[in-house]
């Protein structure tokens, strides 16, 4: 084969992947996904506080657990590093401080960055109170500062803006981003939506269609006796378990198909709100149901902010 | 050229990031095996491992992890435990991570934690002025009832079980 036909096919190939991965799109969807995951990071954060001393203060449960859970590899923390109980308060204070100017776009990829560091310093010193959730929080987050998602709706969008005002420049046009984090955040869901109904799919309750029964049996998890007792206690409502344990294991499993194909994506998009607010209202699973849904943003219409911004103010100009 | 750059950098990471991913879960593999041993770095210096496997099996039992003390003179004392037990018609806000440390320490192969809760029970406990010497922690477990047994008898109690799960010396 000639160099030349194999140059062009390198082309082909390579104009393909940056229109995958690189393409612009408008950067209002990233501005609000940006802001709402600063939430979770904010309140994550908040929420750790209260028992700081006894999951990662000097003299609580930490370091020997963590080591022997195989972080051992790439083990690093800074918690490690301070002895007293005020130093943890601090260095968890200033993390905070990060997340609540990632979330209001102040320097948002360097405090984005900072966020992710911060949680898995957490992690890296006792990874035995967090879950899936808080994992999937903090990739949501590093995805995000691969890309300027401090474009809109933020601080340094703000601040870009002023400068430019000031120095007689005309304001800058719609602010576009590449559309890399959008895809990061597409696969990650997919991924994780199919692995784990694979290993559901070799459980035998969820075979049988008893695993949303026994998932809000126990009381570990569930969020409150009264609010479940009416499905655990009665025929009709362990049908509707199953049927929940069903869609669940069906919907997980060909998640990515239902959203690869356009006429299914709402489909999918609505089963999995309707399942993320059920496990969310019945069970204790922190952010995962709130982070799993943020995701949903990435596959609506990458222009869907500043659709909605439009519709607004025709909205308000005709009323 | 800076965007050049930048889509060149990324492809490489992307690559790399998306391989280790799936090489994770493909670590018996020769091939993906090395793919992981060589990349696994991205995804554990910052922890984002790829294990999605949530409620698979689902849980079968409610575990109360409770502490139990021994002074110097032979006495024993109930420690706070991580988190007490419910009680009739809870609701809970907020999840409880201490609670998760509990449930994580139930696993056979998981001494070191356990020993950490331990440790850190006696340095509660001399905090509250009951110094102990040692430290048991026991599992209080109950199996959830299958559907027809539950609604035949609502309000009834499943089969319990109280293991220890080790006694452990204060430093």
Redesign the interface.
Known sequence: MPLSDIMKGVRVVWAW??WF??RPIQAGGTGVMRVLMGVMMVMTTI??FP?LA??VGP???????S??RG?R??R?TYFDHIPTMSGVYAAHGLALVANVLFMLGYKSRTMGLLS??AH?AL??R???????GD?LV??MT?YLC?VPCGAKYSIDAWLDQRKRHRKGLRPRGTPTVPI?AMR?IQ?QLA???V??GI??W?????QRG??????L?????S?????V?PL????IG?DITQIGTIVTLYWECWFWALVLWRPTRWLALVIGVLLHGGIHLGL???F?SFASMWGYLAFLPYDWVERLVRWWRLRRSVG | MIRSAY?VV??LF?IAY?AT?YAS?NRQDETWGAVYRQF??MH????????????????????WLLLEGKTADGATVSIEP?MR??G?????W????????A???YQKS?K??R???A??AC??SKEAGVPVVEVKLIRDRTW??R?KK??AD?EGVGRKKTTELGTFKCP
């Open positions: 992947w940056v991965w690189f929420d750790i028992d006894i999951l003299d609580g449960i930490y370091s020997e657990a080591a022997s972080v590899l790439a690093w992710v560091i898995a992690y890296q006792n990874a035995w109170f967090m879950n899936g994992r903090r990739e590093f691969l890399v990061l696969i991924f994780m939506y692995l784990s290993e559901k070799a459980s035998g309750s969820w008893s695993a949303v029964y026994y998932s049996s126990t009381d570990n998890y969020r409150s006796d009264w609010l007792s655990l206690d009665t025929r362990y204790m699973v922190a995962f | 889509r990324m492809s992307l998306l991913g879960h696994r770095w554990t210096t910052l922890c984002f491992w790829q294990n999605w496997g949530m409620f698979a099996p689902p849980p079968g039992s409610t575990s991580l037990p419910v009739e018609d809870y609701f809970r907020r999840y409880d991570r201490r609670q998760k440390v449930l994580s320490s998981r070191a934690l020993k950490a809760i440790k850190n340095h509660r959830s009832r559907p539950r609604w609502p």
